[in-house]
C-alpha cells in the first residue's frame, strides 16, 4: 500500500533562515511519480513539482531545491532564505505509475510559519 | 490562478440535505479528481473520471456520486449530509488519465453542515 510520511507537524522560522521539510513514502510500484504542493492560508492547493521515479536529479528553481533519495525513500523540499509569503501548509504526494490510475496520495502536510 | 474553476465557494447546508459541488477543468484536460480535506481524514482521494468514464474510486461514501458530462466538466453529488461531511472539497484536472503529469487544483468548495 502507498504511504506518505510527513513527520514535521509544524515549522517555525525566522525570515531568512533556510528551512527543509521532510517527506518519506512507501509504495510497491517500480514506477512511481512524487509532488509537493503548497496550501496558503488562502486554502488553494498550488503545484510545485512533480518527479517520476527513474529521475532522481535534485533540482532547483529559485529558492526552492528538491532532494529525492530513492535508497531512503525520501523526497524533501529545502527553501533557502524563507520569506513571510512562504508562510503555508506544504504537502508532499505520490502517485503510483503500474496501476494506470493517477490517484494522488497525500501525506499530513507540514505547516511552515516564517516570521519577520 | 489554475484554470479550473469550481463554484460555489461556500456551502451551508443542514444535515440531511443534499448539495451539488461543480467543476469545470482547464482547458484541453480530459481527466478530472475529486478529493476531500478534512481535519480528520487529510487530503482524501475520491473519485476519478476521464472522459466521461469513472476510471479510479478512493474513499467515497456511497452517499456520494460524481458524473463527468459531454463539456468534461464534473458534478459531484452529496446526499444525506451528516456534520462529518463538513470538508473543503477540491477539484483537479489533468490532461491525461495516468501517468506522468501533474493535477492542477481549483480553489475548493467550503462546505458546512449544521
Known amino acids: 500500500a502507498q504511504k506518505v510520511t510527513q513527520a514535521q507537524t509544524e515549522i517555525s522560522v525566522v525570515e531568512k533562515e533556510d528551512v527543509t521539510l521532510d517527506c518519506v513514502y512507501e509504495?510497491?510500484?517500480?514506477?512511481?511519480?512524487l509532488f509537493w504542493y503548497k496550501q496558503p492560508p488562502s486554502g488553494e492547493l498550488v503545484f510545485l513539482i512533480r518527479?517520476?521515479?527513474?529521475?532522481?536529479q535534485n533540482e532547483i528553481s529559485g529558492r526552492y531545491s528538491w532532494n529525492f533519495q530513492k535508497s531512503t525513500s525520501s523526497f524533501n523540499f529545502t527553501i533557502t532564505a524563507s520569506q513571510v509569503v512562504d508562510s503555508a501548509v506544504y504537502f508532499c504526494?505520490?502517485?503510483?505509475?503500474?496501476?494506470?490510475?493517477?490517484?494522488?496520495?497525500f501525506g499530513t502536510g507540514t505547516r511552515l510559519l516564517v516570521s519577520p | 490562478d489554475s484554470g479550473v474553476t469550481q463554484t460555489p465557494k461556500h456551502l451551508i447546508t443542514a444535515t440531511g440535505q443534499r448539495v451539488t459541488l461543480r467543476c469545470s477543468p482547464r482547458?484541453?484536460?480530459?481527466?478530472v479528481y475529486w478529493y476531500q480535506q478534512s481535519l480528520d481524514q487529510g487530503l482524501q482521494f475520491l473519485i476519478q473520471y476521464y472522459n466521461g468514464e469513472e476510471r479510479a474510486k478512493g474513499n467515497i461514501l456511497e452517499r456520494f456520486s460524481a458524473q463527468q458530462f459531454p463539456d468534461l466538466h464534473s458534478e459531484l453529488n452529496l446526499s444525506s449530509l451528516e456534520l462529518g461531511d463538513s470538508a473543503l472539497y477540491f477539484c483537479?484536472?489533468?490532461?491525461?488519465?495516468?501517468?506522468?503529469?501533474?493535477?492542477?487544483f481549483g480553489p475548493g468548495t467550503r462546505l458546512t453542515v449544521l
Open positions: 518527479r517520476n521515479s527513474f529521475d532522481e
Open positions: 482547458s484541453g484536460d480530459l481527466s
Open positions: 509504495t510497491r510500484d517500480t514506477t512511481y511519480y
Open positions: 483537479a484536472s489533468s490532461a491525461l488519465s495516468q501517468g506522468d503529469n501533474e493535477q492542477f
Open positions: 504526494a505520490l502517485s503510483e505509475g503500474d496501476t494506470g490510475f493517477q490517484k494522488l496520495v
